[in-house]
């Protein structure tokens, strides 16, 4: 499985955009890069995903880099409700669907 | 569309003893995946069931089986149980025809301490 590396902690004020790196310089070519969230006491919750194109969904934006050997994850105006553990995810195009967690970054937001 | 279910929320078990946990996907997913939280780390993949069939499996013993049902629904059993597998134990659905593209929907997990 494909690693990814991510600062263990962020913190950021809210109403303020919020910038997650993850490096994977080990990635594929076909491996898909997807993000996750988990709140306090909830299970994990999708958040986008993208191949090699910047992707943008109604909760963040996902900026790809061109080499594809990192990304970052954009929350453009952070609320308290956005403080949780973001895991990068890389997922490969064949075989079975599972997800590989490392330890996320645990983003803070400060009122 | 109630999401994906998971019981019992929380449970206490004893060294030694077996477990079963629940799981009810989301409304239309047929494929299965559960994971193992301990606290403070990330979901750790157990195994995956599609078609009642056992598709791929994580770096667990054999004392964690699975089953999946006709309905979809699945059932995580642990037997000979070790303080160490007190976690959560999370449940996640999904389309299989979806891909590596596609999303796992996740429900809220059950707590599990063994004494």
């Given at each position: 499985d494909a690693k990814t590396t991510q600062p263990n902690s962020m913190e950021s004020n809210e109403e303020e955009p919020v910038h997650l790196p993850c490096n994977h310089s080990t990635i594929s070519g076909t491996d898909y890069i997807h993000w996750y969230r988990q709140l306090p006491s909830q299970g994990p919750e999708y958040v986008i995903h993208g191949l090699t194109s910047n992707v943008n969904n109604r909760m963040a934006s996902l900026a790809i880099a061109e080499d594809r050997k990192s990304s970052t994850l954009i929350l453009h105006r952070a609320t308290l409700r956005d403080a949780a553990v973001y895991y990068c995810i890389l997922r490969a195009?064949?075989?079975?669907q599972k997800l590989v967690f490392g330890q996320g970054t645990r983003l803070t937001i400060n009122p | 569309d109630a999401g994906v279910t998971q019981s019992p929320t929380h449970l206490i078990k004893t060294r030694g003893q077996q477990v079963t946990l629940r799981c009810s996907p989301k409304s239309g997913h047929d494929t299965v995946s559960w994971y193992q939280q301990a606290l403070g780390q990330g979901p750790q993949f157990i195994f995956q069931y599609y078609e009642e069939e056992e598709r791929q499996r994580g770096n667990f013993p054999d004392r964690f089986s699975g089953h999946q049902f006709p309905n979809y629904s699945s059932e995580l059993n642990v037997n000979a149980l070790l303080l160490g597998d007190s976690a959560l134990y999370l449940c996640a659905s999904s389309l299989l025809a979806g891909g590596p593209s596609n999303e796992q929907f996740f429900g809220p997990g059950t707590r599990l301490t063994v004494l």
């Open positions: 195009a064949q075989g079975a | -």
